[in-house]
């Protein structure tokens, strides 16, 4: 991993194509959260979930959900 990555892509279903995600969609994220250094990947609301609860988060969360950090705990502990 180099400072560029989010040290979460190896398990994030963004980065190993896990999500339900149109194909090429995927490539977009990857570079605009995964790998665009932490002032990018910390604004990524699978990254600020996965650090608040310490939890896997839905592979259906999108790093720019619109829905809120709260919103996105509550499915998480589901």
Known sequence: MNDLECPKYEKC???TGE???MEGSGQIYKELYCM???ERFKTCKRYIVSEQTGLPV???IMPNTELSIEEIIKKTKK
Do not use: R, T, V
Request: hydrophobic share 40%; proline share 25%; glycine share 8%.
């Open 13 to 15: 279903p963004i980065f």
């Open 19 to 21: 999500s339900f995600m």
């Open 36 to 38: 665009a250094g932490p």
């Open 58 to 60: 839905p592979k259906n």
